[in-house]
């Protein structure tokens, strides 16, 4: 068998980053893939998707790395370290690690104690061993955090590193005074609003930032509560000014705010270097939207409500576009005035201005203009991969009879088993139609020879009758997944089948 060396591995592993379930099981191999792979999963320990209150394995890694002294000192206070008397590490873990999860390390500091007072003297002493011990520091989350850890004597030359930053508004300004003093190198800012009365600290801290290339900010629903007589909201313009010193530089914008502050209108146009914009466009009239144009811009994110400031961005910017996405939220076609008329100038202007489409998301009313619309979009763009379809009657205020039902999905299969693009490898669907068994088997049949994967919100394919003949599909090799999730999952393009 050909035998690839360390460096071949370790290239192969890196492109397996994300994948932790098969990062794991190369640990097993031997002791070559073992030494390689090490590395990588220990770059960042905390991001896995495991309960890290069962899992005592790193805490006592981490612990291991203290001092005699300092062991002692936190026994005498009654945690407990949990140390593999004699048995020496493996490897220098903590070398490897170029990440920080205050919330992650705050849940294996549980394990040493239950008492507030102790898991934070434990975090304390591990937060000073990381700084020794990491040879650079390239991401901290730091939401929630409760310690001044920029004041560690070798905390300069870690946070200068800095290239990834998530935080909330939560934390006192004078953290992010510290933070703006070392960290002026930031990549990627992301900041969730927990606490909208004092936006000075994280405002100097975007100011100072010379190489931001991705910003995000997203209002979190409890801030609602603060909304009530006698509490003043801080606004955003400070953001969006500090935000704005930034505009030839950064390419990836995702702002989700709650309120509206009319800032916005004035900066964002000057974001000329966007390859992704994630935003709402609430209260920005048709000759604002215009006025933001983004000739790099590939991927769109917007609410599912907005169909008629989408179009108008497709229209300016859509040559690039291979991301048009929707928020995923539970749609109600009665929040979208025009429905009709805006979904059908959405789907026309896709196929107009989006050659290169690759991920798709469409809200649409299941008549005949809006299905020849679709069928131009299936055949003009060739290199879709997946394609969200929620489809939504909006011509009745009766209730639909199955019949109805049955047919708007027999005209929806029908069409996209004769026009859609044969790379097309993902579908989801949703709204008000259904496929009989009939339909969906004879959709099925005309896509052998591929694999697909099927998201649904219609729990009726979980059906016995059903389950047969997509388990009958999967075992033919043209069905790789067939599952139902919520519609909120679904819209949510990020999850992947």
Same mark, same amino acid.
């Given at each position: 068998?050909?035998?690839?060396?360390?460096?071949?591995?370790?290239?192969?592993?890196?492109?397996?980053?994300?994948?932790?379930?098969?990062?794991?099981?190369?640990?097993?191999?031997?002791?070559?893939?073992?030494?390689?792979?090490?590395?990588?999963?220990?770059?960042?320990?905390?991001?896995?998707?495991?309960?890290?209150?069962?899992?005592?394995?790193?805490?006592?890694?981490?612990?291991?790395?203290?001092?005699?002294?300092?062991?002692?000192?936190?026994?005498?206070?009654?945690?407990?370290?949990?140390?593999?008397?004699?048995?020496?590490?493996?490897?220098?873990?903590?070398?490897?690690?170029?990440?920080?999860?205050?919330?992650?390390?705050?849940?294996?500091?549980?394990?040493?104690?239950?008492?507030?007072?102790?898991?934070?003297?434990?975090?304390?002493?591990?937060?000073?061993?990381?700084?020794?011990?990491?040879?650079?520091?390239?991401?901290?989350?730091?939401?929630?955090?409760?310690?001044?850890?920029?004041?560690?004597?070798?905390?300069?030359?870690?946070?200068?590193?800095?290239?990834?930053?998530?935080?909330?508004?939560?934390?006192?300004?004078?953290?992010?005074?510290?933070?703006?003093?070392?960290?002026?190198?930031?990549?990627?800012?992301?900041?969730?609003?927990?606490?909208?009365?004092?936006?000075?600290?994280?405002?100097?801290?975007?100011?100072?930032?010379?190489?931001?290339?991705?910003?995000?900010?997203?209002?979190?629903?409890?801030?609602?509560?603060?909304?009530?007589?006698?509490?003043?909201?801080?606004?955003?313009?400070?953001?969006?000014?500090?935000?704005?010193?930034?505009?030839?530089?950064?390419?990836?914008?995702?702002?989700?705010?709650?309120?509206?502050?009319?800032?916005?209108?004035?900066?964002?146009?000057?974001?000329?270097?966007?390859?992704?914009?994630?935003?709402?466009?609430?209260?920005?009239?048709?000759?604002?939207?215009?006025?933001?144009?983004?000739?790099?811009?590939?991927?769109?994110?917007?609410?599912?409500?907005?169909?008629?400031?989408?179009?108008?961005?497709?229209?300016?910017?859509?040559?690039?576009?291979?991301?048009?996405?929707?928020?995923?939220?539970?749609?109600?076609?009665?929040?979208?005035?025009?429905?009709?008329?805006?979904?059908?100038?959405?789907?026309?202007?896709?196929?107009?201005?989006?050659?290169?489409?690759?991920?798709?998301?469409?809200?649409?009313?299941?008549?005949?203009?809006?299905?020849?619309?679709?069928?131009?979009?299936?055949?003009?763009?060739?290199?879709?991969?997946?394609?969200?379809?929620?489809?939504?009657? *909006? &011509? @009745?205020?009766? /209730?639909?009879?199955?019949?109805? #039902?049955?047919? $708007?999905?027999? %005209?929806?299969?029908?069409?996209? !088993?004769?026009?859609?693009?044969?790379?097309?490898?993902?579908?989801?669907?949703?709204?008000?139609?259904?496929?009989?068994?009939?339909?969906?088997?004879?959709?099925?049949?005309?896509?052998?020879?591929?694999?697909?994967?099927?998201?649904?919100?219609? *729990? &009726? @394919?979980?059906? /016995?009758?059903?389950?047969?003949? #997509?388990?009958? $599909?999967?075992? %033919?090799?043209?069905?790789?997944? !067939?599952?139902?999730?919520?519609?909120?999952?679904?819209?949510?393009?990020?999850?992947?089948?």
């Amino acid at each position: 068998m050909f035998k690839l060396n360390k460096d071949i591995l370790f290239l192969i592993f890196e492109e397996l980053q994300d994948d932790s379930k098969s990062l794991f099981s190369f640990l097993m191999v031997n002791r070559l893939w073992c030494e390689t792979v090490i590395p990588i999963l220990w770059r960042n320990p905390w991001c896995y998707d495991i309960d890290y209150s069962n899992k005592n394995y790193l805490f006592i890694i981490v612990a291991s790395y203290l001092s005699n002294n300092i062991k002692e000192s936190l026994t005498r206070q009654g945690i407990q370290l949990l140390s593999v008397e004699y048995q020496p590490l493996l490897f220098d873990y903590l070398s490897f690690c170029r990440s920080i999860n205050v919330n992650t390390l705050n849940t294996i500091s549980s394990i040493g104690s239950s008492l507030a007072y102790n898991q934070f003297l434990l975090q304390q002493e591990f937060y000073g061993l990381f700084m020794k011990k990491f040879s650079e520091l390239k991401y901290l989350d730091m939401r929630s955090i409760r310690h001044q850890i920029f004041y560690f004597p070798e905390a300069k030359f870690r946070f200068e590193s800095l290239c990834e930053l998530k935080c909330d508004t939560s934390v006192d300004s004078s953290y992010f005074y510290g933070l703006a003093h070392l960290c002026q190198y930031i990549q990627r800012l992301v900041i969730v609003n927990t606490d909208p009365s004092d936006y000075y600290g994280v405002s100097k801290l975007i100011e100072v930032q010379k190489n931001l290339k991705y910003f995000g900010w997203k209002d979190v629903h409890s801030i609602y509560r603060l909304y009530q007589p006698g509490y003043i909201i801080e606004s955003y313009k400070q953001i969006l000014l500090a935000l704005e010193k930034s505009a030839n530089i950064i390419n990836h914008l995702n702002l989700n705010f709650m309120s509206i502050d009319r800032t916005l209108q004035r900066v964002l146009p000057k974001f000329h270097k966007l390859k992704t914009l994630a935003y709402n466009f609430n209260n920005f009239s048709e000759e604002q939207i215009k006025m933001c144009v983004y000739r790099d811009l590939e991927i769109l994110k917007i609410d599912h409500y907005a169909l008629k400031a989408a179009s108008i961005m497709i229209e300016n910017n859509g040559g690039c576009l291979k991301k048009i996405l929707l928020e995923p939220y539970d749609f109600d076609k009665h929040e979208v005035v025009n429905f009709n008329e805006d979904s059908l100038i959405f789907i026309r202007n896709i196929h107009k201005n989006c050659p290169s489409i690759e991920y798709l998301c469409l809200i649409f009313s299941p008549s005949n203009e809006h299905f020849a619309e679709l069928e131009k979009l299936l055949k003009n763009c060739q290199n879709l991969k997946s394609l969200l379809l929620a489809m939504f009657d *909006y &011509t @009745y205020y009766k /209730e639909l009879t199955h019949e109805e #039902i049955l047919e $708007y999905g027999e %005209n929806l299969l029908r069409i996209l !088993f004769s026009s859609a693009p044969t790379n097309i490898k993902e579908f989801r669907f949703c709204g008000d139609f259904e496929f009989s068994l009939e339909v969906l088997e004879k959709f099925l049949e005309t896509w052998e020879g591929c694999t697909l994967s099927i998201l649904t919100s219609n *729990y &009726t @394919y979980e059906g /016995e009758d059903y389950k047969k003949l #997509i388990n009958k $599909y999967k075992y %033919n090799g043209v069905i790789k997944e !067939f599952r139902y999730e919520t519609y909120k999952n679904m819209v949510n393009m990020d999850i992947k089948i």
